[in-house]
Nanobody, 127 residues
Framework: QVQLVESGGGLVQAGGSLRLSCAAS?????????MGWFRQAPGKEREFVAA???????YYVDSVKGRFAISRDNAKNTGFLQMNSLKPEDTAVYYC????????????????????WGQGAQVTVSS
């Protein structure tokens, strides 16, 4: 069982920045998990934002490319989502998640494939 605790959400003006953190505890070796970030706005489906695989390869949805950066620190069992040049349409609850891969350096953009989830962090971008 993995526990994921998110922090770093908040209210920011358009063009501003926020950094989300996701601290993991329990479960298997953190380095064997791919980490994904998803977001969900009111009345909308959960949307893939970014993922980082075991070998540190990164993947982004087109709408955040060049503005968001996902990273991980395996020594601290923590993942991060740096969000720059924020736009009002980025407003959502952001969730971190992990998926276990014993040998593969793959990732998934499908939220249904992830094993564990954080509690969510509200990000609100004002215009």
């Amino acid at each position: 069982q993995v526990q994921l605790v998110e922090s770093g959400g908040g209210l920011v003006q358009a063009g501003g920045s926020l950094r989300l953190s996701c601290a993991a505890s329990g479960g298997r070796t953190f380095s064997n998990y791919a980490m994904g970030w998803f977001r969900q706005a009111p009345g909308k489906e959960r949307e893939f934002v970014a993922a980082i695989s075991r070998d540190y390869s990164t993947y982004y949805v087109d709408s955040v490319k060049g503005r968001f950066a996902i990273s991980r620190d395996n020594a601290k069992n923590t993942g991060f989502l740096q969000m720059n040049s924020l736009k009002p349409e980025d407003t959502a609850v952001y969730y971190c998640s992990v998926k276990y891969y014993l040998f593969s350096n793959s990732y998934s953009a499908d939220f249904r494939e992830y094993d564990y989830w954080g509690q969510g962090a509200q990000v609100t971008v004002s215009s």
